[in-house]
């Protein structure tokens, strides 16, 4: 059974930063295209950032130069380096199998909160 759960969410204030994870269990991340989503309240689901399998990164113009995305396959994990956070990253980060998808196998989610 494919699981994904992501933990690493919290408040801070902008400028911070916070590290995203993602472990998965079903199913080898390394071997998968992986994708994290966003959606802030009264919106819509919004791609952040996806790895495939041969390593090569995109990231939405939103997020490029302050997040970075990475695999972790010791520990079969997908994680979310956010940096110079500001006010409009506020959303539930979820991570999701496939390339720049915005559903499908995807976690429940953690909340990231930037305000001061």
């Known amino acids: 059974e494919v699981q994904l759960v992501e933990s690493g969410g919290g408040m801070v204030q902008p400028g911070g930063s916070l590290r995203l994870s993602c472990a998965a269990s079903?199913?080898?991340?390394?071997?998968?295209?992986m994708t994290w989503v966003r959606q802030a309240p009264g919106k819509g689901p919004e791609w952040v950032s996806s790895?495939?399998?041969?390593?090569?990164?995109d990231y939405a113009d939103s997020v490029k130069g302050r997040f970075t995305i990475s695999r972790d396959n010791a520990k079969n994990t997908l994680n979310l380096q956010m940096n110079s956070l500001k006010p409009e990253d506020t959303a539930l980060y979820y991570c999701?199998?496939?390339?720049?998808?915005?559903?499908?196998?995807r976690g429940q989610g953690t909340q990231v909160t930037v305000s001061s």
């Open positions: 079903g199913f080898t991340i390394s071997a998968n295209h």
């Open positions: 999701v199998l496939g390339w720049r998808v915005l559903g499908g196998y």
């Open positions: 790895i495939s399998i041969g390593e090569t990164r």
